[in-house]
């Protein structure tokens, strides 16, 4: 799996789903949060505390949440900030 086939992580439980542009899988004994850790160096963001997203993969957000292929990801209150930069940056990206 490349990690440009990756479009967002969800946690469901004790289990994360990895959300590809093809595919859904399932993912057992990991956390979101490791994943966050292992993955923030890839790019790879929180926007709510159940998803990690792909800001490469994004196609279209508004202030609540954000558009991946066909799947709309839900933007929580605690990671505002961290969206907000990253509308800038998609915004920027589309301007350039």
């Not at 093809?22 to 929180?46: A, H, P, Q």
């Not at 990801?73 to 998609?90: A, C, E, M, T």
């Amino acid at each position: 799996m490349k990690i440009s086939d990756i479009l967002y992580f969800e946690s469901s439980g004790n289990d994360v789903k990895v959300i590809l542009t093809n595919d859904i899988l399932t993912v057992s004994k990991t956390s979101i949060s490791n994943l966050e850790t292992s993955l923030r160096n890839k790019g790879f963001i929180r926007i709510h505390r159940s998803f990690l997203i792909n800001p490469n993969s994004v196609t279209a957000a508004n202030n609540n949440e954000v558009l991946l292929g066909k799947f709309t990801v839900p933007v929580g209150r605690s990671y505002k900030k961290d969206f907000d930069n990253l509308i800038r940056q998609f915004f920027t990206r589309l301007l350039i």
